[in-house]
Structure formats: structure tokens, C-alpha cells
């Protein structure tokens, strides 16, 4: 979502289900949301007066996104379009490109989903991995961790670019056999 052009971020969206008109408004807030100018973006962009006029107190960061979650600040972002996005987007590609080997959006066979898709792809040395830690005690209460990893192909490359305490912790498939062992050892 930082360095992907308006145009990528279209065809991705389109691609990913968003109609012909949402997809050109989200993409359009994501560049208005990340780049340090006060002009919005033609076609559907929103700058500080359109928040405001949408009775957001909040503005566009005009900064680089930190995470994936910052698409729930967009003006037009809804509960169904992120749910679409978050799947298939990152804040960690410098590239700005979709990488064959790693990203939904591309079939096995080299080919995409939209022939539109085709000239921005570019293949990547580095991967990232999201890394989600949920504890659940007996009540039901939760507590999260979540992580991105790094790793750029070679036996040195690793980093941890993000760690954050969830807001919202969900359940996400079922449990590893070890955290009924981990949860009774820690008395839950």
C-alpha cells in the first residue's frame, strides 16, 4: 500500500472483488492517505476538507500506512471492502510490485486473474510473514501478539519490523495441540 502506483492498486482491488467504483475511490485514499501533498487525488480522493466533511476528526496521515489496519481510517473504507483488502495487501513491499510467488492475485502458471495485473509483477528475494499469537484462558478472555517478519532470501536476512499488542484479538482457525497445555500450565 506505500509504494504500489494508483493504477495497481485499481486492477489489484478489482481483482480481489471491489466493484468498478470502489475500487478507483479506495485506491485513490490510499494515495491521498500516504503522500504529503494537500490535493486530492481526482477520481474519488479525500484530503483533510473531504474528512471533515465527512464528520471525521481525523485528517490523512500523509505519511507512509504502519500497518495494515490504518485502512479502517479511510473515508469510504467499510467493514466488507477491508475484509476484502486485508488478505492481499502489505505496508512492507518497497517494491511496489505483487510478487508471482507470494501474492493471491497471481495464478500458478505466471499468468493473473486481469492481464491488467501482469506488467506490475515483479519477482522479490525478500518475504514477510505475519505472525499471530492468541492466548485464551478458560473464561474466554484473550490476549494478543502480532508480528512481521522479514526474511530476504539469504542466511543473514531476517528482521522483525513490527510488534504490536492487538486491539481486537480474534480466533483464527483452531488451536495448536500445545495451547491446552500452555494454557493449564499458566493456571487458565
Known sequence: MNTSPRPLLEEAFRALGLSDSDAPIIAAEIVD??????????????????????????????????????????????????????????????????????????????????????????????????VLVVAQTATGSRSGRDAVLSVDGRSTGFGLLAWKTMASVPLVGTAHPACERLRMALGG
Open 33 to 130: 492517505d500516504r503522500d504529503p501533498d494537500d490535493t486530492p487525488e481526482p477520481g474519488g480522493g479525500a484530503e483533510a476538507p473531504q474528512y471533515r466533511a465527512r464528520g471525521l476528526s481525523y485528517g490523512p496521515r500523509n505519511a507512509p500506512f504502519g500497518s495494515i489496519d490504518e485502512l479502517d481510517r479511510l473515508p469510504s473504507m467499510t467493514p466488507r471492502l477491508a475484509a476484502a483488502l486485508r488478505p492481499a495487501v502489505t505496508v512492507w513491499n518497497a517494491s511496489g510490485g505483487l510478487d508471482p510467488a507470494l501474492n493471491p492475485l497471481l495464478s500458478a502458471g505466471g499468468g493473473t486473474k486481469s492481464d491488467g495485473l501482469r506488467a506490475y509483477t515483479r519477482p522479490s528475494l525478500r518475504q514477510f510473514y505475519e
